[in-house]
């Protein structure tokens, strides 16, 4: 067996049978049967009660009167489905990535929002409730424009056409409504239940976490170093920080609020990990994807880091102003 540096050169197979060529940077995986089983199925779990506790945050009434009212969600899509993954396809140009790490950024720049937006969004005092809705419908729009954009951007790449596994990026994105969809359904006719089942999730989340966490430290323990190199690191650090950038400024050329504005920009930066991870690791052979399945965890650290950097400083402008206008705005 070639070892990690030399890589593996030629063609790599993924599990949608379709190929990506000249994977030269990228050495072979192997992950004993039972281990890659067990990190498939924490993966799941993951985005499964994720999905669900999403769910029980959302009430109908408001869903409804984002919906009569969508000019928010409309620009906020806009910026989701837009700027990210423009993003992804110039870095992956710029950077010259090679063709299974441009896979895996193209995947990341066109995945809707993650949950983490909701909790960023309530630290900077935006619209909570634009904030929940605009997470649940990027997540059901992704399930038509996701694929597409996929398939629209890999024209720019030579052979990446067929690598793409829109198989199983469509289940991904069903699998994720119907925990979102029970959510929804407990919220709204069983409302005294939401909060324990969110606690409980909660609780259970963090286990699997930890248990995906340390499996996937076993499992690419020797080749970890692979998504740690300069170019996978400046893309994980820069797609968020644009998508943070570029939603506030269309935003704020659209004329919304200052509220709906810091909230989009959060949505726009934050992508659904918990799925990504899921597509990653679960729709690629462990032979074609390498350690780069692990690529979203890396993205969140740069995306929740980032944030926060962010927060501070409207925490700190807040004060400032606070005695000479609206501290909330």
């Known amino acids: 067996m070639m070892n990690a540096t030399a890589g593996y050169v030629g063609i790599t197979t993924i599990h949608n ?84 790490k ?26 909570m409730n634009l904030s929940i809705v605009m997470t649940t419908c990027s997540s059901i729009t992704a399930l038509v424009v996701m694929p597409l954009l996929l398939y629209i951007l890999s024209q720019g790449f030579t052979g990446l056409i067929n690598a793409v596994p829109y198989v199983g990026i469509i289940s991904a994105l069903l699998f994720t409504l119907v925990p979102c969809a029970i959510g929804i359904f407990i919220n709204h006719y069983k409302p005294n239940y939401s909060s324990t089942i969110t606690k409980v999730g909660l609780g259970l989340l963090i286990i699997s976490v930890i248990t995906v966490s340390v499996l996937s430290g076993l499992a690419v323990k020797d080749v970890i170093w692979m998504i740690l190199m300069p170019d996978v690191l400046a893309v994980a650090a820069l797609m968020p920080l644009i998508g943070f950038m570029l939603g506030y400024v269309v935003s704020i050329i659209c004329r919304l609020s200052p509220q709906c504005s810091r909230t989009i920009s959060m949505e726009t930066g934050c992508q659904n990990v918990q799925l990504l991870t899921a597509i990653l690791k679960v729709a690629f052979s462990p032979q074609a994807i390498g350690p780069l399945f692990l690529f979203p965890m890396l993205y969140s650290t740069f995306q929740l880091a980032e944030a926060l950097l962010l927060v501070l400083f409207f925490r700190c402008y807040q004060t400032v102003m606070a005695p000479h206008g609206d501290p909330s705005r």
């Open 17 to 100: 049978d379709s190929y990506i060529p000249g994977n030269g940077s990228m050495g072979i995986l192997i992950i004993p049967k039972p281990m890659n089983t067990a990190i498939n199925f924490f993966i799941v779990t993951i985005l499964f009660i994720t999905m669900i506790s999403l769910g029980c945050t959302m009430e109908v009434s408001k869903i409804r009167a984002h919906l009569l009212k969508p000019k928010g969600v409309a620009i906020a899509l806009l910026a989701q489905f837009c700027i990210m993954p423009l993003t992804a396809f110039s870095l992956t140009k710029i950077l010259q990535l090679d063709p299974i």
């Open 102 to 127: 441009a896979v895996t950024v193209l995947i990341c720049g066109c995945s809707p929002g993650g949950s983490l937006s909701n909790i960023l969004s309530f630290l900077l005092k935006g619209d």
